[in-house]
């Protein structure tokens, strides 16, 4: 029973490049959420979706940063023309249908270390 | 604008000796709180969680102390072992987007044998 898969693992881009994280979530995990880390500061939600829905996306910054969770295949993290301040790690979490419960959990995954030169 | 704070960077105790790492918060829409532990190089693992209807939830060597009045909770682990040794993470939630986690900076806890 594979947990959330997260590649690469590190990511090293230079400034200007792209960065394209991919998240699979837990089998039967249908909800999907990011989240950035930064050094020395705890875990910053990005994005919530859904198999092809964007739920909230509050955290996101509004420029170069993009995320989709297609029908098939993994959940994609996008940054354009990255620079030295988006360098952190990048956790992917997911959870099984939501049901009126008081809270979901989500079960992380290794995370993607970006590393901007 | 940091809603949940742990003010202790980091925490060492002898293995064997109770475990106590504390956090705080400041919303008071937030109505349920967890607790995930992280090992380096690896995501955060859930550990315990509690809702704000209780003030204490048990699960094994781990406790989870809530004191809403002071915007407080604690994580009591009893004994502690050298494998316990990680990063802590404090985390909060509002019913209004049950899924938003609001995690605070963490905390290292080392148990040295």
């Known amino acids: 029973n594979a947990g959330v898969m997260q590649n690469p693992r590190h990511l090293v881009r230079r400034r200007g490049q792209e960065a394209r994280l991919r998240c699979s979530p837990m089998?039967?995990?249908?909800?999907v959420y990011w989240y950035r880390q930064l050094p020395e500061e705890g875990l910053k939600f990005m994005v919530y979706l859904q198999k092809e829905n964007i739920i909230d996306e509050s955290g996101m910054p509004k420029e170069r940063f993009s995320a989709e969770f297609p029908k098939e295949g993994p959940s994609i993290l996008r940054i354009q023309q990255v620079v030295r301040g988006d360098s952190a790690a990048y956790f992917c979490?997911?959870?099984?249908?939501?049901?009126?419960?008081?809270?979901?959990?989500?079960?992380f995954g290794p995370g993607t270390r970006l590393t901007v030169l | 604008d940091q809603q949940v704070k742990q003010n202790s960077p980091s925490l060492s105790v002898q293995e064997g000796r109770i475990s106590i790492l504390n956090c705080d918060y400041t919303?008071?829409?937030?109505?349920?709180f967890l607790w995930y532990k992280k090992y380096p190089a690896e995501g955060p693992t859930f550990l315990i969680s509690i809702s704000s209807i209780k003030d204490k939830n048990e699960d094994g060597r781990f406790t989870v102390f809530l004191n809403k009045s002071a915007k407080h909770l604690s994580l009591h682990i009893v004994p502690s072992q050298p494998g316990d040794s990680a990063v802590y993470f404090c985390?909060?939630?509002?019913?209004?987007?049950?899924?938003?986690?609001?995690f605070g900076k963490g905390t290292l806890l080392t148990v040295n044998p």
């Open positions: 985390a909060a939630s509002d019913g209004g987007s049950n899924y938003k986690l609001t």
């Open positions: 919303n008071s829409m937030f109505d349920y």
């Open positions: 979490a997911s959870s099984p249908q939501t049901s009126g419960r008081i809270y979901n959990e989500q079960f």
């Open positions: 089998k039967g995990h249908s909800h």
